[in-house]
């Protein structure tokens, strides 16, 4: 029996045994946004259905913010989930 650690939170702990085993794949976006406690920035008027994210080009999105009123590109992700979740970071 080998101990791991301790995690703060289930994914982390999961995650430590994964790796440990060998079968660590990076969580999903929305599991990642979940143990980090952070919201998704919901938009009706978008197409994307996240505020901050635009359509890039085929299979890539844009997460993009306003600081002192310019743009700031937060980068270019293959889904809107993953851009959704950069936007949450940068803004909370």
Do not use: I
Not at 8 to 28: I, N
């Amino acid at each position: 029996e080998v101990g791991l650690g301790t995690f703060a939170t289930a994914v982390e702990a999961a995650a430590a045994y994964a790796r440990a085993v060998g079968g660590f794949q990076p969580p999903p976006p929305t599991v990642v946004t979940e143990s980090e406690g952070l919201r998704l920035h919901l938009s009706t008027s978008n197409t994307t259905g996240y505020a901050g994210v635009t359509f890039y080009r085929v299979g890539q999105y844009h997460a993009r913010t306003r600081v002192d009123g310019r743009k700031r590109t937060l980068g270019v992700f293959d889904s809107p989930v993953e851009a959704a979740v950069a936007y949450a970071r940068a803004v909370g």
